[in-house]
């Protein structure tokens, strides 16, 4: 082989080695970690939170005009994938179990975490049954409403900044690993597909069936 031809050969294996390089970094950008997985999930929830502070807000101005399909919707959202989902099948199956036997400053959350799981599904089961019959004093479900939103803030937040670092932390990036592949499993095995799109999918119509958009809620100039 002449010259020419060994340096043809040569970018011809650089090149491809680009070309793999390339595809495999997709591969992996496109992954999503455990940790991620379980934050984006907060990030459904909370857009649930920013539809039942509008709607308690609206049935104090004018109750008559609030969708109460779409309060039901939100509320069904907050069951199938915030409690029967992320809460019992993440958080309390695998999360909290591990921090307890660890220790440290997250275990002393977890009680406090499980006593508003509990309070919170005790929540969306008074708001399903509130948004299937016609509504006669909106104020107990206006202010609880609010009191769930602002409970869940707090609690979504705690487990951001303290607890999901922390179980970061307890576990080897064998271990996180693992339980991406997990997680995403037991994903598809309870919705039958991408949950997390779906259930983006499911908040985005309730945003529009309430005529909720980010610019809406874009604060005024201060005084």
């Known amino acids: 082989m002449n010259t020419d031809d060994t340096r043809r050969a040569l970018l011809t294996l ?45 049935l104090r101005t004018s109750p008559g005009s609030v969708p109460l399909e779409a309060v039901r919707d939100a509320a069904q959202l907050m069951r199938s994938f915030g409690e029967d989902y992320h809460e019992k099948q993440l958080e309390e199956a695998h999360l909290f179990p591990a921090l307890r036997k660890a ?30 019959k016609k509504l006669g004093d909106a104020e107990p479900l206006a202010r609880t409403l609010e ?5 869940y803030e707090s609690h979504a937040a705690r487990e951001d900044t303290i607890v999901f670092p922390a179980w970061k932390k307890a576990l080897s990036a064998k271990q996180l690993d693992e339980m991406g592949e997990l997680f995403e499993e037991l994903e598809h095995k309870t919705f039958g597909r991408d949950g997390f799109d779906d259930a983006v999918a499911k908040i985005e119509a309730i945003e529009q069936a309430i005529s909720l958009t980010n610019a809406s809620l874009t604060a005024p100039p201060p005084p």
């Open 14 to 58: 650089v090149g491809a080695g680009a070309v793999l390089s390339a595809c495999g970094g997709t591969k992996e950008s496109d992954e999503v970690s455990a940790t991620e997985d379980l934050m984006r999930e907060h990030g459904v929830i909370r857009r649930v939170l920013v539809v039942y502070r509008c709607t308690a807000l609206q």
């Open 147 to 151: 009191a769930f939103a602002l409970m």
């Open 103 to 132: 220790g440290g400053p997250a275990s002393a959350e977890l009680d406090t975490l499980l006593a508003q799981h509990q309070r919170g599904r005790e929540i969306t089961a008074f708001v399903l049954a509130a948004a299937q």
